[in-house]
């Protein structure tokens, strides 16, 4: 396949990414939208990663490596939104004010 058609899929999740990102209120679908960002950004390694050099796999080496980042900022995320909700029961963006002075 061409290279046009993954950047032009790679575009389109991150552009519903930022999306989610900028019209959500809930904080669990921000957490997604994000993972969508980086899965775009994953296509992007791989597919320019695939056309320049198909021998070397310097585009996969660093996918794995923004997966594992991606999981442990999955799970630290969830973990403190999980947080925020057992104290305030909500898990609406608008409604964390925890940090505020």
Known sequence: MQLQYFLLLAA?????GIYGL??????????????LLLNAVNLNLMAFSNYL???VIKGQVFTV???T???????V??????AIYRNRDTVDME?????KW
């Open 77 to 82: 995320g969830l973990a403190i939104v999980l």
């Open 69 to 75: 980042v991606a999981a442990a900022e999955a799970a």
């Open 12 to 16: 389109a999740l991150f552009c519903i």
């Open 53 to 55: 050099d198909s021998v």
């Open 22 to 35: 900028i019209t959500s209120r809930n904080a669990v679908r921000v957490l997604m939208s994000i993972e």
């Open 95 to 99: 409604q964390f004010n925890l940090l």
């Open 65 to 67: 490596f923004v997966i």
